[in-house]
């Protein structure tokens, strides 16, 4: 039910901070360790490559924890989508590991690839709200993002839910390898705080819907771009945008932006910048001031540790690894104001359908 809220997509936002929390709870024994079944971390540990399969918002969650998963368990992470990969089979490393990303656990064209490496007996994981799902039933292993329904067809909670539980997947893999980056990382603790910032952004729904009204609402198109995560931020960003307020929407990797997309630049495009890393913040800064140049109004996203006076929205500190799970949340916010304020329905956009179950 959605109570006293418009939409369930709001709904669904708000309840970030709390997903968070019920997965620590779910997921922490009481010894403090990673509640996983221990043959889905051991055959994951011994893998030489981990392919996720996914599409839309659950493919853009496998890009934001790529990264991480990398670093914590020291295995090459592609992802795929499975409307690409399910008539293309690319060459598939000696000892692969699948795992599917899906909120509904019924993506057609998902289960079409899952079908296919259990024929060719690859092990597979399911990560999916759904439990007992078809994605769920025909994997070796499922783990739940227990998120609760997600009813809006923008989805958002499923999102971070998934970043999350790759977050404890990857740190219990990691720790059974013996790596100290996933022996010192203390996932449980940064879930906790990653939940805090999150109530922090959500408190300040006013601000989002001013940035809306004076950035959004009344365009035509508009670009998001960041770096590395940012960058994978970005994408996210972008669909969420486009799906739901119809304003054609575009995420970028910022240093392409001059190789090619800077051609539609005009004077008032919205171009908003995604900050959160402290390598590569400062060449997105350099790339929105290009845009700013060309007429672009830009609107910056950035960490607080990295914000310059004038950037619109800040990120209280999280770590690192998880920034994509804060970053998220403003976007989410900018698409569903402009999407009010624009007299669109945010629940159920044109011509889209919750799960899709045909390929
Ligand atoms: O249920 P799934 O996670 O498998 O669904 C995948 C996509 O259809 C889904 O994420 C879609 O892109 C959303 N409408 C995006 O908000």
Same mark, same amino acid.
């Given at each position: ?286 790339? @929105? ?9 830009? @609107? ?28 998220? @949340?403003?976007?989410? @916010? ?26």
């Amino acid at each position: 039910e959605k109570g006293t809220y418009p939409y369930y997509m709001l709904k669904e936002i708000d309840e970030q901070p709390a997903v968070m929390r019920r997965l620590v709870q779910e997921y922490r024994q009481a010894d403090g360790e990673i509640h996983i079944d221990s043959a889905l971390v051991s055959e994951l540990a011994a893998s030489d490559r981990v392919y996720i399969v996914a599409c839309g918002t659950s493919s853009h969650a496998g890009w934001a924890a790529k990264r991480f998963f990398e670093e914590l368990t020291q295995i090459p992470v592609e992802i795929h989508l499975s409307s690409e990969f399910g008539y293309n089979l690319p060459l598939i490393s000696k000892k692969p590991f699948f795992i599917y990303l899906s909120q509904s656990g019924e993506t057609a064209d998902s289960r079409q690839v899952l079908v296919k490496t259990n024929e060719l007996d690859y092990p597979a994981l399911t990560i999916t709200n759904v439990a007992g799902s078809t994605l769920s039933r025909e994997a070796d292993h499922t783990l739940l993002l227990y998120a609760g329904p997600e009813i809006a067809v923008a989805s958002t909670k499923a999102y971070t839910a998934q970043i999350a539980v790759m977050a404890l997947l990857a740190t219990a893999v990691g720790r059974t390898k013996g790596l100290a980056k996933a022996t010192n990382f203390p996932v449980f603790q940064e879930l906790g705080i990653v939940a805090s910032a999150m109530e922090s952004i959500i408190s300040e729904k006013s601000h989002f819907s001013d940035l809306t009204a004076e950035y959004l609402t009344a365009t035509r198109n508009a670009f998001y771009i960041g770096r590395g995560n940012d960058y994978y931020v970005s994408m996210e960003a972008a669909l969420k945008l486009k799906e739901i307020s119809y304003i054609q929407a575009e995420g970028f990797a910022a240093g392409e932006l001059k190789h090619g997309t800077i051609a539609l630049i005009e004077e008032g495009t919205p171009v908003i910048g995604i900050i959160t890393d402290e390598v590569t913040g400062s060449h997105t800064r350099g790339n @929105l001031k290009e845009v700013e140049s060309r007429g672009a109004k830009t @609107l910056v996203i950035a960490s607080e540790a990295l914000a310059k006076v004038g950037d619109q929205i800040l990120l209280p500190q999280v770590h690192p690894y998880l920034t994509s799970l804060l970053a998220v @949340l403003p976007t989410q @916010l900018l698409a569903y104001y402009a999407t009010l304020q624009r007299g669109y329905d945010v629940d159920k956009p044109r011509n889209l359908a919750k799960s899709v179950t045909v390929e």
